[in-house]
């Protein structure tokens, strides 16, 4: 795919964040993907596979949050060869009441028109501090 194309699928992406609703991320995840949140904390790691991010990653982030699905919006894409640069802001709240609108820093590598690698960077002071650790059990499973 052209970084064009790569760059709009990366948009839609964001676009079903927004407005909390699609299915463009999961539809177009490829089965060996790989999403690695950088850093040194306990949410950092490489989580490989479908399952281990949908069910994993993502699924222990949905069990912290008061809204079903996180939303987070994107305002500025920078696309080349196989790789989109999105810096962008989560709008959400912890089911604790706290505000989790933590700021990012995302690289998207597509390979055949499909998602096969994400790289995240974030404040993870803000992670630690309103979601908590993330639990060693299910990172050990999602990563394996």
């Avoid at 407005?19 to 177009?28: A, H, K, Q």
């Avoid at 962008?88 to 690698?117: F, H, L, P, T």
Wanted: aromatic letters at 10%; proline letters at 2%.
């Amino acid at each position: 795919m052209s970084a064009a194309a790569n760059k709009k699928l990366v948009q839609q992406v964001y676009a079903d964040s927004a407005n909390r609703s699609g299915t463009t991320f999961l539809d177009n995840l490829a089965e060996d993907v790989t999403w690695v949140v950088t850093g040194q904390y306990s949410w950092s790691g490489e989580f490989r596979g479908r399952e281990a991010i949908n069910n994993g990653l993502m699924g222990h982030l949905r069990s912290l949050l008061a809204a079903a699905r996180p939303r987070t919006l994107a305002f500025n894409f920078i696309a080349e060869g196989d790789y989109v640069v999105v810096e962008a802001r989560g709008d959400n709240v912890a089911k604790s009441g706290e505000r989790y609108d933590n700021q990012y820093c995302m690289v998207w590598r597509i390979e055949d028109g499909k998602i096969k690698e994400i790289k995240e960077y974030c404040d993870s002071a803000l992670v630690e501090r309103v979601l908590g650790p993330f639990p060693a059990e299910r990172k050990f499973a999602a990563t394996v």
